[in-house]
């Protein structure tokens, strides 16, 4: 598959983890927002992405001027009509989602395919306002998209075979390992990671040890490469409860019930990385600050 | 017989085509950007001016049949009807141990040349690439694949196997391979008629210095051992790349600043060597300028990268129990005396003299460089790839070689 014409709407962190990740391949992406200047902040994240990913020695200045010649900003639908493919990465809300899915169905032409970055909403609803249900598909990856090797192919009960091998295709061409997977609540990475970061909050409440000490068993125990809180705090507490409120509702199982120190930082506003403080604390670039931990005394059950 | 020689990249295409019968390139040029917008073809016929054109050029099969259609163009053209090119030269950068010379292209050797895109993950993919575009463009036109690595074959295991578990070599063809082969083969036989006299009586250090440099010990036309190893990455100081190095470094490094395999591996490939030493750029030339102008650190990467390629001179030297010619070539090897002369400094010892004058003329052209009265000759020889290409493909196509 020639994919040499990729657009992706919505320029967010996962549309410029996707931009940046597709450009370093080689292939040219235009990154689509409502208006050109939010486009275009998208592309200058990328840029900060790249010069980070210099100070690690993983690329060059000369690969970053390239990967981000590759990535032109675009706030005109129109443009999706020249697009092989179509990757709709904006928020997480049915009805934004399926107005935008019927606008691109009117525009484009038919043998062009819609991927949707979605991880929670129903990949056959979204299709059902199209008259291509057999070329939309979910590819669910995860953040960051430069860094993490591996993409939920989710196909929808319409999804055509040829659909999944295109896509599947155009995840060897990003270099991610793709899994297949069938549509349910969280596929298989949210569904089995969400539960283990609250399960890990419990042991903290219930003072069995310290956050540190927490993390540090988990990944010398059993090769995590960030422990199970500050994982939730890379991804953001507020993000992690509203997944297990999410599975929750679809699922009807307590084991789901979000841990109620959870609960308690996402009402005070420490929702993790984000905002400098979760389970740790962070400086403004998102390092870690080292030290003391006795904050989160207050979240254990005294004994 | 007009051959066209193909050596395909990611991204872009390099050609020349040849007249054989009288050994000229009636033409060259090459296609840039492939697959991306912007993509430019620039070809350049042997008698008129350079042309660009740009255009739409999705993929290598897109790409080889602009290179046919500008071969066959009434303005800029060399020849008239596809029929006039009757074979393609293609370059191939990994033949492994299967492939020791050059091979007419068969379905068989094409799955094998797929399966060493293990051993060149960056290379092989896109020489088989302009392969089958060439299948799709040039139908029934007999290709010809010229290996890299071929002209190391004959190293004896003492040269090419390493000092780790000798399973590792079983299993996943851990050796050394050398690379720039054809480079090397080239400049060793140009050298030998310069001299006037014979291959087979020789004994000679063959230096490629390009972007990637390397260093062959060429024992009577044959190499018995190259600096460069598994991949282009060991042996001598490269512009951006590390060379021979304590392999503990990386581990420790990759343990210090949580490095993964990638950012270590662009790390050695990309940061190192001479940007990396001297913070001021990979190009010979402008390190020069930077050293001369006082920079410290230029000057120790120029230093370095001379002092590096006269210890493997040394080491070759006894390899081959005594050396009769130090052979420089490639961009560096060609075109920068100073070079050339820091690398030879402190070699009387040996028999080896450089005649300073000759030294500073020879600029992209061939010479001898050493005084009449040096024991070991030195010379500066362009490297012409392409030209060896052209003769196997040739030679392939009538048969001599089988």
């Given at each position: 598959?020639?994919?040499?014409?990729?657009?992706?709407v919505?320029?967010?962190?996962m549309?410029?983890?996707?931009?940046?990740?597709?450009a370093?391949?080689?292939?040219?992406?235009?990154?689509?927002?409502?208006?050109?200047?939010?486009?275009?902040q998208?592309?200058?994240?990328?840029?900060?992405?790249?010069?980070?990913?210099?100070?690690?020695w993983a690329?060059?200045?000369?690969?970053?001027k390239a990967i981000?010649?590759?990535?032109?900003?675009?706030?005109?639908?129109?443009?999706?009509?020249?697009?092989s493919?179509?990757?709709?990465s904006?928020?997480?809300?049915?009805r934004?989602k399926?107005?935008?899915?019927?606008?691109?169905?009117?525009?484009?032409?038919?043998?062009?395919?819609f991927?949707?970055?979605?991880?929670?909403?129903?990949?056959?609803?979204?299709?059902?306002?199209?008259?291509?249900?057999?070329?939309?598909?979910?590819?669910?990856?995860?953040?960051?998209?430069?860094?993490?090797?591996?993409?939920?192919v989710?196909?929808g009960?319409?999804?055509?075979?040829?659909?999944?091998?295109?896509?599947?295709?155009?995840?060897?061409?990003?270099?991610?390992t793709?899994v297949?997977?069938?549509?349910?609540?969280?596929?298989?990475t949210?569904?089995?990671?969400v539960?283990?970061?609250?399960?890990a909050?419990?042991?903290?409440?219930?003072?069995v040890?310290?956050?540190?000490d927490?993390?540090?068993?988990?990944?010398?125990?059993?090769?995590?490469?960030?422990?199970?809180?500050?994982l939730?705090?890379?991804?953001g507490?507020?993000?992690?409860?509203?997944?297990?409120?999410?599975?929750?509702?679809?699922?009807?199982e307590?084991?789901?019930n979000?841990?109620?120190?959870?609960?308690?930082m996402?009402?005070?506003?420490?929702?993790?990385?984000?905002?400098?403080?979760?389970?740790?604390?962070?400086?403004?670039?998102?390092?870690r600050?080292?030290?003391?931990?006795?904050?989160?005394?207050?979240?254990?059950?005294?004994? | 017989?007009?051959?066209?020689?193909?050596?395909c990249?990611s991204?872009?295409?390099?050609?020349?085509f040849?007249?054989?019968?009288?050994?000229?390139?009636?033409?060259?040029?090459?296609?840039?950007?492939?697959?991306m917008?912007?993509?430019?073809?620039t070809?350049?016929?042997?008698d008129?001016?350079?042309?660009?054109?740009?255009?739409?050029?999705?993929?290598h099969?897109?790409?080889?049949?602009?290179?046919?259609?500008?071969?066959?163009?009434?303005?800029?053209?060399?020849?008239?009807?596809?029929?006039?090119?009757?074979?393609?030269?293609?370059r191939?950068?990994?033949?492994?141990?299967?492939?020791?010379?050059?091979?007419?292209?068969?379905?068989?050797?094409?799955?094998?040349i797929r399966n060493?895109?293990?051993?060149?993950?960056?290379?092989?993919?896109?020489?088989?690439?302009?392969?089958?575009?060439?299948?799709?463009?040039?139908?029934?036109?007999?290709q010809?694949?010229?290996?890299?690595?071929?002209?190391?074959?004959?190293?004896?295991?003492?040269?090419?196997?390493?000092?780790?578990p000798?399973?590792?070599?079983?299993?996943?063809g851990?050796r050394?391979?050398?690379?720039?082969?054809?480079?090397?083969?080239?400049?060793?036989?140009r050298?030998?008629?310069?001299?006037?006299?014979?291959?087979?009586?020789?004994?000679?250090?063959?230096?490629?210095?390009?972007?990637g440099?390397?260093?062959?010990?060429?024992?009577?036309?044959?190499?018995?051992d190259t600096?460069?190893?598994?991949?282009?990455?060991e042996?001598?100081?490269?512009g951006?790349?590390?060379?021979?190095?304590?392999?503990?470094?990386?581990?420790?490094?990759?343990?210090?600043?949580?490095?993964?395999?990638?950012?270590?591996?662009?790390?050695?490939?990309?940061?190192?060597?001479?940007?990396?030493?001297?913070?001021?750029?990979?190009?010979?030339r402008?390190i020069?300028?930077?050293?001369n102008?006082?920079?410290?650190?230029?000057?120790?990467?120029?230093?370095?990268?001379?002092?590096?390629?006269?210890?493997y001179?040394?080491?070759?030297?006894?390899?081959?129990?005594?050396?009769?010619?130090?052979?420089?070539?490639?961009?560096?090897?060609?075109?920068?005396?100073?070079?050339?002369?820091l690398?030879?400094?402190g070699?009387?010892?040996i028999?080896?003299?450089?005649?300073?004058?000759?030294?500073?003329?020879a600029?992209g052209?061939?010479?001898?460089?050493?005084?009449?009265s040096s024991?070991?000759k030195?010379?500066?020889?362009?490297?012409?790839?392409?030209l060896?290409?052209?003769?196997?493909?040739?030679?392939?196509?009538?048969?001599i070689?089988?």
């Amino acid at each position: 598959m020639p994919a040499n014409r990729i657009v992706i709407v919505g320029a967010g962190v996962m549309g410029q983890g996707l931009a940046e990740t597709i450009a370093t391949t080689g292939t040219d992406v235009i990154l689509l927002d409502r208006t050109i200047k939010v486009a275009k902040q998208g592309i200058d994240r990328i840029a900060d992405s790249l010069n980070h990913a210099i100070a690690r020695w993983a690329m060059t200045e000369a690969d970053k001027k390239a990967i981000l010649s590759r990535v032109s900003p675009s706030a005109d639908l129109q443009i999706a009509k020249e697009a092989s493919i179509v990757i709709e990465s904006i928020p997480e809300n049915l009805r934004l989602k399926r107005e935008l899915f019927q606008k691109l169905d009117d525009l484009c032409p038919e043998e062009t395919i819609f991927i949707t970055n979605t991880a929670t909403l129903s990949i056959t609803e979204l299709a059902a306002v199209t008259n291509r249900s057999d070329r939309i598909i979910g590819m669910h990856f995860l953040n960051p998209v430069p860094k993490i090797p591996v993409v939920e192919v989710v196909r929808g009960l319409k999804t055509s075979d040829d659909t999944y091998k295109k896509a599947s295709e155009f995840a060897d061409l990003l270099g991610k390992t793709p899994v297949l997977v069938y549509e349910y609540p969280g596929y298989v990475t949210t569904r089995i990671i969400v539960p283990l970061l609250n399960e890990a909050m419990h042991v903290l409440m219930e003072g069995v040890s310290t956050a540190e000490d927490i993390d540090t068993a988990m990944k010398l125990g059993y090769g995590f490469n960030v422990g199970p809180l500050a994982l939730a705090d890379m991804m953001g507490l507020d993000v992690v409860m509203s997944w297990m409120e999410n599975l929750l509702a679809e699922l009807s199982e307590h084991k789901y019930n979000p841990c109620p120190i959870l609960r308690k930082m996402v009402r005070a506003g420490h929702l993790g990385v984000k905002t400098g403080q979760g389970f740790f604390k962070y400086d403004k670039d998102g390092n870690r600050l080292p030290g003391d931990y006795s904050q989160f005394d207050d979240y254990r059950v005294k004994k | 017989m007009n051959i066209l020689v193909l050596n395909c990249g990611s991204s872009s295409i390099k050609y020349q085509f040849f007249d054989m019968d009288k050994e000229v390139a009636l033409a060259k040029g090459m296609i840039s950007r492939i697959g991306m917008t912007g993509a430019v073809l620039t070809h350049k016929p042997f008698d008129r001016k350079e042309v660009k054109v740009s255009g739409e050029i999705l993929d290598h099969i897109v790409a080889t049949s602009y290179v046919i259609s500008i071969l066959l163009s009434a303005n800029h053209g060399v020849i008239k009807d596809k029929s006039e090119i009757h074979a393609v030269g293609h370059r191939v950068v990994h033949g492994g141990e299967q492939f020791t010379q050059s091979v007419l292209i068969t379905d068989e050797v094409m799955s094998e040349i797929r399966n060493l895109i293990d051993l060149a993950p960056l290379h092989n993919p896109h020489n088989l690439r302009g392969i089958q575009a060439c299948n799709k463009t040039l139908p029934n036109i007999p290709q010809v694949a010229v290996f890299d690595t071929a002209f190391h074959c004959m190293m004896p295991p003492t040269a090419y196997i390493y000092g780790i578990p000798h399973v590792l070599y079983k299993k996943y063809g851990i050796r050394r391979y050398g690379f720039h082969g054809t480079s090397h083969f080239y400049v060793s036989e140009r050298a030998a008629e310069l001299l006037g006299k014979p291959l087979n009586q020789l004994k000679m250090a063959t230096c490629h210095l390009g972007n990637g440099a390397s260093i062959s010990a060429v024992n009577r036309g044959i190499s018995i051992d190259t600096s460069m190893g598994f991949t282009p990455l060991e042996g001598l100081l490269m512009g951006t790349r590390s060379g021979d190095m304590d392999p503990a470094i990386i581990l420790h490094i990759m343990g210090r600043e949580e490095l993964s395999l990638h950012e270590a591996n662009t790390l050695m490939n990309k940061h190192s060597g001479m940007i990396g030493i001297s913070g001021v750029s990979s190009d010979m030339r402008e390190i020069i300028d930077a050293a001369n102008a006082g920079h410290t650190n230029a000057k120790l990467a120029l230093d370095i990268y001379c002092y590096r390629l006269k210890k493997y001179i040394g080491g070759y030297a006894m390899a081959m129990g005594g050396l009769d010619a130090i052979v420089f070539t490639a961009g560096i090897g060609e075109n920068s005396p100073l070079v050339r002369e820091l690398t030879c400094q402190g070699l009387d010892f040996i028999g080896v003299e450089l005649d300073k004058e000759k030294n500073s003329t020879a600029i992209g052209k061939e010479m001898i460089i050493s005084s009449d009265s040096s024991r070991i000759k030195v010379l500066a020889i362009p490297t012409n790839e392409e030209l060896v290409i052209a003769r196997d493909t040739k030679d392939i196509i009538n048969g001599i070689i089988k």
